[in-house]
């Protein structure tokens, strides 16, 4: 089975901080995906990668930026974490462009004090 | 702008109770629609639809996709509590990447 892990299931930050969410999973895919999720809002794309140090802006990257040195691992960045980013955060992975479907981790719920 | 909304943003049914959750979207490329089930944690796929008018069914749950009028359903027969969840709809939008536009969900509680 396909397994998506993070790091954390739960964060409790302090505004300005820099905060780090990882992502990894065992099954080689090519694509990863950072979302994160908010109640009325479903989820929303921060930012993606097609490969290794390949990345590209989802719908709503400000703020975050991503890192993804080995195929397997994908971190999310917060540089000066704020209130607006206390959510749920959720990655995914997927094998190619033309698979079926993304398969997601348990997600990361952040709060930022 | 691309969009994807879903209707009822809620609902509560008794156990045994037939729901259809709905998905309309408005998208500029449309390669494919998914459907995820999410209850405390990650989002489980349960189908992908590309053509118009092929059912696919696993189970109790069964979803179709209508490409003329921009939707989707997706229907639970003879619900049981631990269908009580967020069904999620998502398009994907054909960029070469798998970049889905997720609607808000529908949060599904079935009472016993």
């Known amino acids: 089975d396909v397994k998506v892990t993070q790091s954390s299931r739960y964060l409790v930050k302090r505004t300005g901080e820099k905060v780090f969410l990882e992502c990894v999973q065992d099954m080689d895919h090519e694509n990863m995906f950072w979302y994160r999720q908010d109640p009325g809002l479903g989820l929303r794309l921060i930012y993606f990668?097609?490969?290794?140090?390949?990345?590209e802006k989802g719908d709503i990257p400000e703020g975050y930026s991503v890192s993804r040195e080995k195929k397997e691992r994908f971190s999310l960045i917060l540089e000066s974490a704020s209130t607006n980013q206390t959510s749920m955060y959720l990655c995914?992975?997927?094998?190619?462009?033309?698979?079926?479907?993304?398969?997601f981790g348990p997600g990361t719920r952040l709060t930022v004090l | 702008e691309d969009k994807v909304v879903q209707s009822p943003l809620s609902l509560v049914v008794h156990e045994g109770d037939t729901v259809t959750l709905n998905c309309s979207y408005e998208?500029?490329?449309?390669?494919?629609l998914l459907w995820y089930k999410q209850e405390k944690k990650a989002p489980t796929f349960l189908f992908m639809l590309?053509?118009?008018?092929i059912e696919k069914k696993s189970g109790r749950l069964s979803s179709i996709l209508d490409k003329k009028e921009l939707s989707s359903i997706l229907n639970i027969t003879a619900t049981q509590t631990g269908d009580s969840a967020i069904y999620l709809c998502a398009v994907d939008m054909n960029t070469g990447f798998q970049k889905l536009v997720f609607g808000t969900g529908t949060r599904l509680l079935v009472s016993p």
């Open positions: 995914a992975s997927t094998q190619w462009a033309g698979a079926n479907e993304q398969f």
């Open positions: 998208v500029t490329n449309f390669r494919s």
């Open positions: 990668s097609y490969d290794v140090k390949m990345k």
């Open positions: 590309t053509s118009s008018g």
